[in-house]
Structure formats: structure tokens, C-alpha cells
């Protein structure tokens, strides 16, 4: 297998990936089309290749004609047995694999040999966890890779970190093939060209999706209001002010395959008092602003949306479980978790009133426990600190915050 040259390091996701690298469990690397999933395969092939040169390497793309013949459990377990090498290990690769009907059964069959290394890529999530679940519990570890972090994009772009280049992040987003391109207007008919194949290929396409008008717009409704709360229910009556009519469970249906696709993520409130999770009511952030922004615009009146989006994606990427706070009648805008413990943060365009000081840092306040709580906003605050709540500009949260 020839390894493409001149591939960009991302490190953040080897460290996590490579401990288990020769272990009898599957490797999933789970994400939206075109965060850079195939690229991270060649990675781990490049770091086998240097530890062992005479490696047996198996690598199946499902985007590329030459394994189109591979449509099934049998095709893909026939291909993979003939190549094996007997006593060595094998490490073998498959990109797209939710294109292979009944992959999981193939998979099952090939783990059943300990020289066989499994890694696999998917940008179906709801797929990949349930047929994994079903057929292969506790044989598989799951990655989740995201857009590029902000830091990655200063790093693939060869660009200093200041105001400027943080417009184009927010801007333009983080694919990963956009290094290859001016980060200019015409990038986002790229973006546009990774839009239309995420909402045909992994949404209508994947779930038989006949009402593609009405997807299209609640995908542009959830791109308007990005970090608004919403139910189904509202959504459906807003839809009905512009005559379109979906039923709240046919709403929630389509969102769940937009969730499912990556092409949002979709946040949940957590009662900090009752200690439990509302059924009812959830947030939406998109994988990528700049998809973002070529469903509904870039205008000087979405940067609070994206500020949130931008602070929402940069916690997952760190390996939070993000959830929307709920305290009393007040909300926190995030709390992460992570291995057991938690974090708070409060996200604000600006804090040039007296009255959004105190809103943004006294919400924080009114939580009784003592994990770290941050208020994230576009400009320095004086201090850096109030009452023991940390303030940190966007940039700053975005590169020093692990």
C-alpha cells in the first residue's frame, strides 16, 4: 500500500488511537464526510510502515471504483481472507464501510483471528453503533473524529494565531482539504460540493428520504437558528407559519439523520438541581461553521451564533460530553464532561454592559460545586478573573484549553 506523500500529522487523534493499535478489537473512526477520516487511516499506515516495513497492509476504499465489487458480508471477508499472510499479523483497513451491506458479520468473522488489526471509517453514526452494538459488543473502540480544531487549522494553514485568522476559521470552517485552496470566497463552492454529497449520499440517499424540499428546509431553519432551543413541536409550528406542514415526529425523525449523517449535533439540557435530563428541548451546532455558512450566510449578526458553535464543537473535540445547564430559570450555555469530571462555561459576544457581566459571570456563581467555570467572549476582560469565575477570550479557550 503506497501512503500519499506530504500528509498533515494529526496528533491529537494518533495519541488516542495508536495504544490500541495491535490489540484483537476494531478501530472505528467515525465522522462527518470529509473531516479527514481517510487521512487519518494513511497516518496509522504510515506509523506501521515505519515500526515494521515488511507489513502486511490490506486497504479497502469504498469510494473508489476498484472495490466496487465489494457489496456484501461475503465480497468483503472473500477479498480480505485472499490477501491474508499466514503467520504475521495483518492489518487491515476499510474506508466507508457503511457502503458494505452487512459489514458487521464479515467483521466478526475476521476478528475471530488475533493476527488480524481492524480499523474501519464510517460517516453514519446511528449505523455504526447499532450494528457494532448488536454483533460485536465490547470488540471495538469507537473515535470520533471531528472537523479540524482550530489550532489544526492554524497548523495546516501554516497561519499565526490572531483576529484575522480566527475570522477565516469561522468563516470557512475546518475541512481539512481546504489547505489546498485560497482561503477566499470561491472555497465555499468546495464546501458547498461537501454539503450536497453529505445531505444526498449519507442522508437521503442512506434513509430513503423522499420530502428533500422539506429537509432542505429545516436544514436551513437549524442553520438560522443555530444554538436556539427547540423541540420538534416548535419547529413544526414555525414551519407551519411558512406553509409547510411535517408532523413534530416526522420533524424529529429527519434531525435524527441529520445527527446521524454529522452533519449537526444535537445538545441536550441537564436539570442541575434535579440532577436528570429534559426530554424536551434540545440545542443544534453544526460538525462545521463553514458548512454552516453556506446554508444560511455570513453576516456580522451571526457571530454570537458562532461563537457558541465554534466553543460547543472545540469541547467535543477535547473529548467532552456537552450538555446545555439548566438552573432553575437560568441557563449555563455548556457543561462538559469528561472521565468524571465537569466543566462550565458561559459563552458572550462581548461583555461591554455591566448587565451581561453580571448575567454571564453570576449564572456561573449560582452553581454550588467546585469544578472550573469560564466565561468565553471575542475581547479581553480585565482581570481575567471575577469572583473566582475565569475569563478567557475565544482564542484563548480555543489553544489553551485541553
Known sequence: MNVPANIISRDHYLQQILPFARKNLIKVLSGQRRVGKSYLLFQLMQHIQQEEPSASIIYINKED??????????????FVTARLREGQRNYIFIDEIQDIEDF???????????????????????????????????????FTIYSLSYVEFLHFHGLPDDDVNFELYLRYGG?????????????????????????????????????TQFLEKLIQFLADQTGSLFSAKRISDFLKSQRVNLAPNQIQQYVSYLVSAFVIHEVGRYDLIGKRIFEIGHKYYFENTGIRNVISGYTAADRGKLLENVVYNHLAFCGYSVKVGVLQA??????????????????????????????EFGNLLKIEDNYPKYVVSTESFSGNTYQGIIHLT????????H
Do not use: C, W
Not at 66 to 74: G, L, Q
Not at 115 to 124: E, P, Q, R
Not at 186 to 198: L, N, R
Not at 394 to 401: A, K
Open 104 to 142: 458487521e458479520k464479515a467483521l466478526r468473522s475476521l476478528l475471530l483471528n488475533p493476527a488480524n488489526d481492524l480499523y474501519i471509517t464510517g460517516s453514519n453514526a446511528t449505523m455504526l453503533s447499532g450494528e457494532l452494538a448488536t454483533y460485536l459488543s465490547g470488540r471495538y473502540i469507537e
Open 330 to 359: 437560568l441557563e449555563i450555555d455548556f457543561i462538559g464532561e469528561r472521565r468524571g469530571e465537569k466543566v462550565y462555561v458561559q459563552v458572550a459576544l462581548n461583555l461591554h454592559e455591566p448587565d451581561t457581566i453580571t448575567r
Open 175 to 211: 475541512l481539512p482539504y481546504l489547505v489546498n485552496l485560497p482561503l477566499a470566497e470561491h472555497a465555499f463552492e468546495y464546501i458547498k460540493g461537501v454539503y450536497s454529497t453529505i445531505v444526498y449520499r449519507d442522508v437521503v440517499s442512506r434513509f430513503n428520504v423522499r420530502n
Open 394 to 401: 475565544v482564542r484563548e479557550f480555543l489553544t489553551g484549553f
Open 65 to 78: 471504483l476498484r472495490f466496487d465489487a465489494i457489496r456484501n458480508a461475503n465480497d468483503l471477508n472473500e
